[in-house]
Every structure is written in C-alpha cells, then in structure tokens.
C-alpha cells in the first residue's frame, strides 16, 4: 500500500483475548496498531503495537486511540474473531484508489436468530436516519480516510458510537461504500449494544443534529437546504444577474452555491466556519471550478481575490451577519472591476427581528433606504432594489417575535416549499410594496477605489 495503514481495535475484558489475537497477527505486518479499551491483553512486545487501558466503553476508546493515530488510513477493527483480517485489503481498496473515503464491511449471513434480525433492522433504521445506502451500515469492520475520521467530532461512551459514525460522516456528504466481507459466525454484539445504537439514531432524526446541536446556526441551514423550491426560486434570482467569475460571501453548507455553480467559469465560496468548508469539498468534489476558501471576511486575502479577476460578487443572507456591512462593501468595491456587480438578499423589516434572528447570528433586519444607503455609500450605484417574500412575513413575526421560537418548525417550511413556486410566479408580475426580504443589485461606479 503506498498509504500508511493504522489499526484501531476498541476491546472489553470479554472481548481482550480476541483483540490480543489480532495485535499478534497484525504485529509482523508492520502497521501501526492500537487496542484501546479495558481488560486484561496479552499483545506482542512491538514497536507498532501501542495499548490505551483503562477506558471504559467503545465510543471512549476509539476516540482515545484517534488522537494517536499517524497512519493514513485507519481501520477500525471490532475485537470479535468472527471477522477475519485478510479482509482488510479489500476494505482498504477504494480509498486507495480515491473513490471513497469510508469503507464499510458487507456481512453476507443467513439465518434468522435473534442477534441477526436485530442487526438487519437496525441497518434499515441507519439507511432510513442517514439516506445511506449501504447494505450493512453498522459492521464491525471499516476503514476509514483517517482525516475524515478524525474531522466528525465522536461524543458517544459506548457502542452506539457505530451509528454516530455513519450518521456525521453521511451528513458531511463523505463517500461511503462497502465491499463484501467474510465471517466465520455471526458477530455477538448484546442487546444492550443494540438499544444504545437504537437511542442514538432515534436521537439523530428527531431532537439533535449531526453537529450535536452545538452550531445553532446550523439546524436552520439545514432545514432550509431540505427547500427546494424556495432555493430554486432565489438561486434563478441570483442567476440573472451573474457573470462568469463570482465570489461568494457566506456559502454556508452550500444550498445556493449549488445553484449558482452550473456554467460558471469560477466559483469561490468564502465561509468562515472550518465545519461548513470540509462539508463544501466534499459537496463540490470533482467540480474544480468551484473553490472552497476558509476564512472571515474582515481576514481574508482581498489582494489575492482581486487578482482571480471576480465580476461578480453574491450574497445571500449574509451581509446582516457581519458587524461592520460598510467596511465589508468597501472591500467588494475595491476588488470588482468597473461594472463589476453585488448581488444581495437580506432579511427586511427591523420590525419583525426577533428570537431566530439572534439564533442564527443576525446583526440587523433591513430598511429599503438603509440597504441603499449602505450600496451607494460605499462605492455602487443600485440598478435593482425589490421587495421578496411578502408570504413569509406572518410567519417569521409569529414565530420569532410572538412565540420565540429559535427556529423555523419543519412543517411549516415544508408548508411554505410547497407555495414557493406560485410565490416567485407571483411576485415576478407584480411589484410588492412590502417584504420580509430585500433583494438588490448593484454596479461598481466610476471614480477612486
């Protein structure tokens, strides 16, 4: 293998004989190998073999056995010698080869125990939490791109720590495959592994996000990608009025990216936060025209940005989240050509700004003189200033003023998706006297910069 391999075998005192029967077998092959967990072993005196004791649970050792790991790829091998490790060629195979950055184990076992019929329904649950499609989601053997591994933060003690896996590595968009694997019996895993993998993925689709709710942000952005309709309707906005090489401000986990990218000779998307940007290389491999860039406004290289030679530059409910909106358009001033455009959609109404507002990071809901004021101050002459989303106003005041509510309910925005398309019909006829969203175009001017 011309990639550096790990090992990584989570054991129990029931299950330290069968670990220490893989770090002998593994030992001589030269791998770097790690058991972790509790329980008396008997490993090979080898420089690659490395034991972290004392860690009780599944989910406790393999993150304890991640911040040692060096290799490239890292395989993480349950201590059950049900499984055999002359597959781990194949697992290691695809990633190898870079079409896959997690290898999952296919057991192909007939029967009808227990055991068994309990590991197949738990498989539908995963494909049903994660839209995987992966055979056997929650085998005991995979490897893993050890980056990748290691970018999901792991919070599981136990065995459920198999689930969260798939669940946080499906969600980044990470690509997942399996290949078959042999078994020489059904793997034992008990009941209690079973309900705690079970609560765990109850708990993925129902009260927590793959970020474990950490990102506030984040379960909106999601909730919103999961809008079709309504991101259709903005990304053909934003669309007529693009040129060929755009600069994004605030691409998030991509939603309107997505729809900005098609034809485009150049698309960087700047986000500041290091979780959306690993989420947009791996939404947007394969595509080289679009170029995820990590970084705050106010910090990035606009010298470099000016040199791509950008005409366009988008932001779509962005410009409300930065302290300083002047300071920022001043920069988009000074690295457009003349003629170069901004392309803006902000939240309106000051009136309105309530409890997902401050969820989500806002500074200010809009004034259509305010918006204008801070265009024309600051270097452009606003060619397109309209009101959007007349609808939507009850809504939000209800749900964010009334109610406090952190967050738009899935129903209603699922409600709302479906009216989108006869929202943006309508509203491409008539002329709104009023909107919960403001949308904007604006040239670069003549003058100094």
């Known amino acids: 293998m011309s990639q ?67 290799g490239d790829i890292t395989v993480l091998q349950d201590a059950d010698t049900a499984y055999s490790l002359d597959a781990c060629e194949a697992l290691c195979r695809p990633i190898l080869e870079d079409i896959a950055d997690a290898v999952f184990g296919s057991r192909r076992i007939q029967g009808l125990g227990a055991e068994l019929l309990a590991d197949r329904a738990l498989g539908r649950v995963t494909r049903f939490v994660t839209d995987v499609t992966l055979e056997d989601p929650l085998c005991g053997q995979r490897a893993f791109r050890t980056e990748a591994l290691k970018s999901v933060s792991l919070t599981s003690e136990d065995d459920s720590v198999d689930a969260e896996i798939v669940v946080k590595l499906a969600a980044q968009l990470y690509r997942l495959t399996e290949v078959p694997v042999g078994v020489e019996a059904a793997p034992h895993l008990p009941l209690a592994s079973q309900l705690a993998r079970l609560r765990t993925l109850v708990r993925y689709a129902t009260v927590r996000d793959d970020a474990d709710n950490q990102h506030e942000g984040y379960s909106t952005l999601e909730r919103m990608d999961g809008a079709s309709n309504y991101n259709a309707w903005l990304g053909q906005r934003f669309r007529e009025h693009l040129g060929r090489r755009v600069l ?87 690295i457009l050509p003349e003629g170069g455009r901004v392309v803006v959609l902000v939240p309106a109404l000051p009136q309105i700004f309530g409890a997902i507002d401050e969820a989500v990071g806002h500074y200010r809901r809009y004034t259509m003189a305010g918006l204008r004021e801070v265009l024309e101050g600051n270097g452009f002459e606003v060619e397109k200033l309209e009101w959007m989303n007349l609808v939507g106003i009850p809504g939000w005041f209800m749900n964010s003023r009334v109610m406090r509510r952190r967050s738009v309910p899935k129903l209603q925005l699922k409600v709302y998706d479906r009216i989108a398309p006869f929202l943006a019909k309508a509203e491409s006829h008539v002329k709104l006297p009023v909107g919960m969203s403001l949308f904007a175009v604006a040239r670069v001017t003549g003058g100094a910069r």
Do not use: C, M
Not at 24 to 45: C, K, N
Not at 248 to 275: H, S
Not at 283 to 297: A, E, W
Not at 303 to 329: F, G
């Open 248 to 334: 994004e401000i605030g691409a998030g986990i991509g939603t309107i990216t997505e729809k900005l990218e098609p034809g485009l000779e150049l698309l960087i998307a700047l986000e500041v936060d290091r979780f959306y940007v690993d989420r947009l290389k791996n939404k947007f491999r394969g595509k080289p025209h679009v170029r995820p860039y990590l970084s705050d406004v106010a910090l990035a290289d606009w010298e470099a940005l000016k040199a791509e030679r950008l005409d366009t530059i988008v932001l779509s409910n962005v410009l409300e989240h930065i302290p300083d909106d002047a300071t920022a358009v001043r920069r988009f001033r000074q």
């Open 4 to 70: 550096s391999l790990s090992f990584v075998i989570p054991y129990t005192p029931a299950s330290a004989a069968a670990a220490s029967r893989f770090a002998h077998v593994l030992a001589p092959r030269g791998a770097e190998v790690i058991l972790a967990g509790d329980g008396p072993l008997d490993t090979p005196s080898a420089p690659n073999v490395h034991v972290l004791s004392g860690l009780a649970g599944k989910g406790a050792a393999i993150r304890a056995a991640l911040g040692r790991v060096t």
